[in-house]
């Protein structure tokens, strides 16, 4: 489906796959930088639920809000 629609989101997914690899790299080596890669990737995921909940009508995607939540929480708490 992405390949119909042209380069820009193979783009996209590769850079949301980097920005995952970093964040994952980050956090083994217990580095700050990582920490608030995983809080900024979390934030954007929680952003696109509640985007995708009210703007598409879709609310199984609430379903991450919690999930994000907890997350966000328990790396925020370890900094």
Same mark, same amino acid.
């Given at each position: 489906?992405?390949?119909? #629609?042209?380069? &820009?989101?193979?783009? !996209?997914?590769?850079?949301?796959?980097?920005?995952?690899?970093?964040?994952?790299? *980050? /956090?083994?080596?217990?580095?700050?930088?990582?920490?608030?890669?995983?809080?900024?990737?979390? #934030?954007?995921? &929680?952003v696109?639920? !509640?985007?995708?909940?009210?703007?598409?009508?879709?609310l199984?995607?609430?379903? *991450? /809000?919690?999930?994000?939540?907890?997350?966000?929480?328990?790396?925020?708490?370890?900094?």
């Amino acid at each position: 489906m992405f390949q119909s #629609i042209g380069w &820009l989101p193979i783009l !996209l997914m590769a850079s949301v796959g980097i920005a995952c690899a970093l964040a994952a790299i *980050g /956090l083994a080596r217990n580095a700050k930088w990582g920490r608030w890669l995983g809080i900024l990737i979390l #934030i954007l995921n &929680l952003v696109g639920d !509640l985007t995708n909940a009210f703007v598409r009508h879709d609310l199984r995607t609430l379903v *991450g /809000l919690p999930i994000a939540g907890a997350m966000i929480f328990y790396l925020a708490g370890r900094a």
